[in-house]
């Protein structure tokens, strides 16, 4: 069971110039929240538009709006 969760991908191994779908958030509480509130549901597309130099943080598109999400709250969101 631990490799199949290993196995999976979030929004911080997407690459630049791609574009994914998110499967569903991880993690709880206001955290949880506060990526639905930037539009980050089941479903939603997203394009990696930039990463920062030191990887830390990642710009994407997600319903036209440009965000910055910081790497620890991207590994909260799984890839379809």
Same mark, same amino acid.
């Given at each position: 069971?631990?490799?199949?969760?290993?196995?999976?991908?979030?929004?911080?191994?997407?690459?630049?110039?791609?574009?994914?779908? *998110? #499967?569903? %958030?991880?993690?709880?509480?206001? +955290?949880?929240? @506060?990526?639905?509130?930037?539009?980050?549901? =089941? !479903?939603?597309?997203?394009?990696?538009?930039? *990463? #920062?130099? %030191?990887?830390?943080?990642?710009? +994407?598109?997600? @319903?036209?709006?440009?965000?910055?999400?910081? =790497? !620890?709250?991207?590994?909260?969101?799984?890839?379809?």
């Amino acid at each position: 069971m631990a490799e199949e969760s290993a196995a999976k991908r979030t929004l911080r191994d997407a690459k630049v110039g791609e574009t994914v779908s *998110v #499967a569903r %958030l991880h993690g709880t509480g206001a +955290v949880k929240r @506060r990526l639905m509130d930037m539009g980050l549901t =089941k !479903g939603a597309e997203v394009y990696i538009r930039k *990463v #920062a130099p %030191l990887g830390d943080p990642i710009e +994407v598109t997600v @319903r036209g709006f440009e965000l910055s999400v910081r =790497k !620890g709250d991207a590994q909260m969101v799984e890839l379809a």
